[in-house]
T-cell receptor, first 115, second 112 residues
Framework: EAGVAQSPRYKIIEKRQSVAFWCNPI?????LYWYQQILGQGPKLLIQ????????DSQLPKDRFSAERLKGVDSTLKIQPAKLEDSAVYLC?????????????FGDGTRLSIL | KQEVTQIPAALSVPEGENLVLNCSFT??????LQWFRQDPGKGLTSLLL?????REQTSGRLNASLDKSSGRSTLYIAASQPGDSATYLC???????????FGGGTRLMVKP
């Protein structure tokens, strides 16, 4: 079974620029999550999708962050404009169902550095 | 709001030692608790998942316990090896859905 795929692995941009990350979940997984992991901290959930609908985006800074999952499979996370404090690893995860304690499977993440 | 704390933040032990990692959470109304391993530059690998009705789960040299009423979980690693060196994260799944709240992790170094 192929795992969660993320790209790019690394991205370096200057502040105020825009950036986008891509995630392809495990085949058949209906639920997709985006997490932000700042160095030395645990991941923090940004947004959760069930198929192509948003379940929770309460911790997503909506003035600069956006995410979509148009066909209920792949997802993109965008930051525009980026700030220095956005430097982090952005992790994507997927699970086979929502609200039933199914384990989440993580990709290797995209490491974002803001100059 | 759920808060998860892991102690210690870092731990260095000689190879062969048995060790315990601690995790505490503030809201006991959880659905399950999960322990993950994270290697440098990598994503998270699930180690053990304990449902709220369970007291412990075992996988090889790993044993995780859950005391929901006191808001605590421990991860026991027997006969540690250098390959166990990684960051270990615990996460709780609250009853509002499959959303995980993570602790800050314990960075483990096992010296040969």
């Amino acid at each position: 079974e192929a795992g969660v795929a993320q790209s790019p692995r690394y991205k370096i941009i200057e502040k105020r620029q825009s950036v986008a990350f891509w995630c392809n979940p495990i085949s058949g997984h209906a639920t997709l999550y985006w997490y932000q992991q700042i160095l030395g901290q645990g991941p923090k959930l940004l947004i959760q999708f069930q198929n192509n609908g948003v379940v929770d985006d309460s911790q997503l800074p909506k003035d600069r962050f956006s995410a979509e999952r148009l066909k209920g499979v792949d997802s993109t996370l965008k930051i525009q404009p980026a700030k220095l404090e956005d430097s982090a690893v952005y992790l994507c995860a997927s699970s086979s169902a929502q609200g039933f304690g199914q384990p989440q499977h993580f990709g290797d993440g995209t490491r974002l550095s803001i100059l | 709001k759920q808060e998860v704390t892991q102690i210690p933040a870092a731990l260095s032990v000689p190879e062969g030692e048995n060790l315990v990692l601690n995790c505490s959470f503030t809201d006991s109304a959880i659905y399950n608790l999960q322990w993950f391993r994270q290697d440098p530059g990598k994503g998270l690998t699930s180690l053990l998942l304990i449902q709220s009705s369970q007291r412990e789960q075992t996988s090889g040299r790993l044993n995780a316990s859950l005391d929901k009423s006191s808001g605590r979980s421990t991860l026991y690693i027997a006969a540690s090896q250098p390959g166990d060196s990684a960051t270990y994260l615990c996460a709780v799944n609250d009853n509002a859905g499959n959303m995980l709240t993570f602790g800050g992790g314990t960075r483990l170094m096992v010296k040969p």
